[in-house]
Every structure is written in structure tokens, then in C-alpha cells.
């Protein structure tokens, strides 16, 4: 499903994802994401994610709160999901892409994984590729080769139910 951002949709997902780079300006949590030195510019990966965050809520007419904290209050607003009640976006920088990650955190917190790919240079044109269950794609992925932990696998986009 292709969603189009209206301007002013656009315009606050920009907004939340700048200010998520700023509340981690000075903080390296992710090098395990990051191991393979393939990483994007912070403020377009967070312009980026914000779009497809937005573009689900939108396509499955759900609440998206574009939360934003101070990184100190992390552990207190660690487990609320990206899209209410229980939806984690994830987004894929190449439409070539052929898997995408599901975290031991997500089988826990029984979420379901939405995959998208926002496409550049802009993000405003999102494609929400489907679905699915944060314990099914576990229990059908393969360990994440950067994870040294156990703590992600990696699932094929052919898995993914339609929306």
C-alpha cells in the first residue's frame, strides 16, 4: 500500500524526527545496528523512520503519538510501541531489501511488526509493505550475523502478510 503524506503530516513527522536526533546527540547505543559501517546520516534515518511511523498510522487508521523524551527518561517510555496499540515499524532504506529485524523485545511485548519503505530523497511517499507477527517472524528468522547477543533475527519481506 502506497501512502502520501499530506504537507502538514509530513511537516510533524520531520519535526519528531529532528527531535529525536537531538535527544541523542552524545549517546552510542547502537553499535550492534551499526557493526556493519553502513550507517545513514542520523537526522535523515530519523526523518525517515518518523515517515513510515506515520504513514502506518495513517493507512491503518491508528494513533501515532510521535513521542519525543529527554534520552534521561528513556527507561520510564522504553516500552511504549511506535504505533498505538501494539505496532513497531520498521523501515527498510533499499526497496531491494530482502529481510528486516525482529527483537527478542518485540516477541515479549507481543508486537507486530509493520515493515515500510519510505522512499527518498524525501520520504513523503511510503510504501507499507505488510505485516506480521513480532513471535512468528522469531520463530521463522535467522540470527542477525551483527547481533552477538541472540537478541535480533532477521526475516524474509516474502514473509510478510499484505495490508
Not at 524526527?17 to 551499526?34: A, C, E, L, T, W
Not at 511511523?53 to 511506535?82: C, F, I, N
Amino acid at each position: 500500500m502506497i501512502v502520501t503524506l499530506e504537507s502538514w503530516e509530513y511537516e510533524w513527522a520531520s519535526h519528531v524526527g529532528m527531535q529525536r536526533v537531538s535527544q541523542h546527540i552524545g549517546k552510542n547505543d547502537d553499535q550492534n545496528y551499526y557493526a556493519n559501517n553502513n550507517k545513514q546520516p542520523e537526522i535523515l534515518a530519523n526523518i525517515a523512520s518518523c515517515c513510515g511511523e506515520m504513514a502506518t498510522a495513517k493507512a491503518l487508521k491508528k494513533y501515532w503519538s510521535g513521542h519525543v523524551w529527554d534520552q534521561r527518561d528513556h527507561a520510564k517510555y522504553k516500552h511504549l510501541p511506535d504505533v498505538e496499540p501494539n505496532i513497531e515499524v520498521r523501515r527498510i532504506r533499499e526497496r531491494t531489501s530482502k529481510t528486516s529485524v525482529v527483537r527478542k523485545k518485540d516477541v515479549d511485548n507481543n508486537t507486530v511488526i509493520v515493515v515500510t519503505f519510505p522512499a527518498p530523497p524525501d520520504y513523503n511517499v511510503v510504501e507499507v509493505i505488510g505485516y506480521i507477527k513480532a513471535s512468528d517472524a522469531w520463530e521463522i528468522g535467522e540470527p542477525a550475523h551483527y547481533d552477538s547477543n541472540g537478541t535480533s533475527r532477521l526475516f524474509k519481506l516474502s514473509d510478510l502478510i499484505s495490508i
